[in-house]
């Protein structure tokens, strides 16, 4: 009889190998290569089923569909990212860094959904019963009627939640802690991460409760465990925040009931996490709108239109190689709107410090922000102050042009009821917009938002001018130059 054959699974990122080795292939992580046996691989139960296979009929594209049903939590923020409420029968995994406050807003959202008449289960892995009912005592929840339990065989898990009614909504606390007896392996490795996930969300298929996963992550924030997982689930959702900051951030990566990229904003207080209707409003208080080197972006995450303010500094330097620092943006971004800036607004950034600062801690991923990062470093070099009531917002090419973004009406209208009064934008963005309290200007090329910013610049006496006031009337000359040079 041929010796099963045994593979060797990488417990950082889940690469599979014929053998060991000390490093592994994939993500170069040191001594994470484990034994794992045949039986325990995702289609071993099926390969050891004997028998043919059943026939089962195909249907068309066409056909009657409806809307998935939806359960509302009652908290705005959560039921906007998504999509409307949770989908009975869905898998959601969310994770973030420790003490974020992932546990905080599920068991926000238990007690609310457990007060509308819906039963709710909430077990928790790492935590005791008494330590769950502490953090309910001290939100005020301590009332609402949650079940809860401490335990991490999945097994067991779904043998109880198979008695009496099927939940609406059931929360494990974390897929980190769980095992089952159908892999051979330690709690946390990838074999029995994987394993528990697929009976969770074979429990919720069959049964049409909603699960929520709540998943550790790495320390370059990614979510811990095999990337299997995530495929597997229906939603993906990641709680970002800062220590130093009162505000979190709940981004959906994944979803299949609604769209992706949507963002919910809460505020850590003292009664746990607070809504944040308007956080445009949030990401805005505290701005001084008369130093130079501050432009507010009109940014959009998911469906909801976000306005920002990207600050920028450009210092002297006395080092050989200029630094490029970056806070919540991309760097390679911000290097190409530089060599933008040299190329076609006749700048001269070489001997200067750069560093750029999204204001409020969000991190923004959209090309649109290229036009207000560029405005702000004009701004920080010529030492010219923005004005305070513009908003900022389109994408910057390799040419110098200034290509147009989409959802122009709703940057717009975002802005004009937060008091804007002007937009620099692309023309093509502006198209078919209707008229409106803000005072549109177009901008068709990087030259001419550079000689328009440098015109603002205060005038400055020859014999005052200092080794970094000198990059004033040369950055003021350049402007002009690469605007005829343009135009």
Known sequence: MAKARTNYVCQNC???????????????AWNSMVEEAPSAGIGARAARAAGKGRVFALEGLQGAHREAPRMLTGIGELDRVTGGGFVPGSVLLIGGEPGIGKSTLLIQACARMAASGRRVVYI???????????????????????????????????????????????????????WTDA?????????QVRM???????????????????????????????????????AVASFEGEGGRQFRILRAVKNRFGPTDEIGVFEMTGGGLAEVTNPSALFLAGRDGAAPGAAVFAGMEGTRPVLVEIQALVAPTSLGTPRRAVVGWDPARL????????????????????????????RIDEPAADLAAAAALVSSLCGAVLPGDSVFFGEVALSGAIRPVAHGG??????????????VAPEG?????????????????????????AARAPARSRSGEGNGERAVPRAR??????ASRAF
């Open 335 to 362: 290097s190409m709107v530089l060599a933008v800036l040299e190329a076609h607004g006749g700048l001269r950034l070489g001997q200067h410090d750069v560093y750029l600062n999204v204001a409020g801690g969000l």
């Open 410 to 423: 709703q940057r717009l209208k975002e802005a004009a009821k937060l008091g804007f009064r002007a937009a």
């Open 477 to 482: 000359d350049g402007a002009r130059e690469g």
């Open 196 to 234: 528990s996930a697929q009976a969770l969300i074979r429990y919720a298929k069959t049964s049409g409760a909603c699960v929520i996963m709540v998943g550790h992550v790495t320390k370059d924030g990614q979510i811990a465990g095999p990337r299997v997982v995530e495929h597997m689930v229906d």
């Open 14 to 28: 889940g690469a599979v190998a014929q053998r060991w080795q000390g490093r592994c292939e994939a993500c170069e």
């Open 429 to 453: 963005s502006l198209e078919g917009q209707e008229k409106g309290p803000l005072a549109l200007t177009p901008c068709g090329h990087i030259a001419a938002l550079v000689a328009d910013i």
């Open 124 to 178: 928790s892995g790492e935590e005791a019963v008494a330590q769950v009912r502490l953090r309910a005592s001290r939100l005020g929840l301590a009332q609402t009627p949650v079940e809860l339990a401490a335990e991490t065989s999945v097994d067991d898990i779904i043998a109880t939640l198979q008695t009496g009614a099927t939940p609406a909504l059931v929360v494990i606390d974390s897929i980190q802690t769980m």
């Open 183 to 191: 892999a051979e392996a330690s709690p946390g490795t990838v074999t």
